[in-house]
């Protein structure tokens, strides 16, 4: 699975393609919008240049399929990701623009394992 949703641990990755037995599909269904973040622009000083963005979970829809024939290995399992806090940094806008880039929550680790574990372990 490579997805800036979540990242596998190493030893969960194949070494070689021959070895690749499990897929994992992860597919956004929506997000939902939990806060703005306030941001100070490069050489602004206190209390001016500032620049905002809005903090995303997202809604993900996560299947696990065989690599061999594609079948679906369980059901697939909705989760949302539960990020709170803005990011200690965010790239700022280009100068003129009045857009500025949005965050979105990832996955925890804790929150990939619960949801994959159980299948990436079992027999195939």
């Not at 949703?5 to 499990?22: G, I, Y």
């Not at 809005?54 to 061999?68: G, P, S």
Request: hydrophobic share 40%.
């Amino acid at each position: 699975m490579t997805s800036d949703v979540a990242t596998l641990p190493d030893e969960w990755k194949a070494e070689v393609n021959t070895a690749l037995q499990l897929v994992a599909c992860v597919m956004v269904l929506g997000v939902i919008e939990v806060r703005e973040c306030e941001y100070r622009t490069i050489g602004g000083t206190a209390g001016t240049a500032l620049f905002k963005n809005r903090l995303f979970n997202r809604v993900l829809r996560v299947e696990v399929r065989a690599a061999r024939t594609g079948k679906p290995i369980a059901d697939a399992v909705e989760a949302t990701t539960a990020t709170t806090t803005c990011a200690a940094t965010a790239k700022q806008p280009p100068v003129g623009s009045t857009e500025s880039p949005n965050q979105f929550g990832t996955l925890t680790d804790a929150q990939r394992d619960e949801l994959l574990l159980g299948v990436v372990t079992a027999t195939v």
